[in-house]
């Protein structure tokens, strides 16, 4: 499969990508450390890149959305938040749907849950929690997050037959209230993601 990545030199990304390298996928990469103009929050960016790499003979098989920002206590601010977890989760939700891409895989928290412990979260669904007032009562990693859950989830409802799948990491290689997520478990996820059925699948991926 031909797969564009969005957030490719990232941490989680760098560290998980290479068993789907190894498997055959071709990585088409989207990241600011490729270069500046790569802009995952500017529609304009998007579309020029979409037009350049994406044709006929050699198309899309997936988007794989892992760019975002880092943990609340980094510095930044809610609008970094909202823009490059949910505007661009629309941006790109919106080229899937431009191009016909059959496959949106979009790398998410487990942070959506808002509980302590990864036993807790084994779990319901945390259904509709985000109010616009998030970002006030809770952080604002999670509050993003949950509302660019939203988004992908109205993209799968619009687009019934391609396969949208939601993987929700733990803390990536660290013990966080007794719940990690490792390199091999992510990998094995994004493999997996490449041949979920249609339809909406929501995961997650802990050890």
Known sequence: MRLFVSGSRGQVASATLGPLVEAGHELVEFDQALSPEMDYTSEKSLLNFFAKHYNAHAPFDAVIHF??????????????????????THLLTKLATMYHIPRFIYVSSFTVYG??????????????VYSPQAPENTNWYMAAKIMGEQVVKQYASSNPEAATVILRLASFENDFNGCRSTRFSVSKALLESLTAPKGLLVRDVVD
């Open 67 to 88: 760019a975002g920002r880092g943990a609340p206590d980094r510095g930044h601010s809610w609008d970094d938040f909202f823009n490059v977890h949910v505007f661009s």
């Open 115 to 128: 509980l302590e412990t990864c036993h807790q979260s084994r779990r319901p669904e945390y259904g509709d």
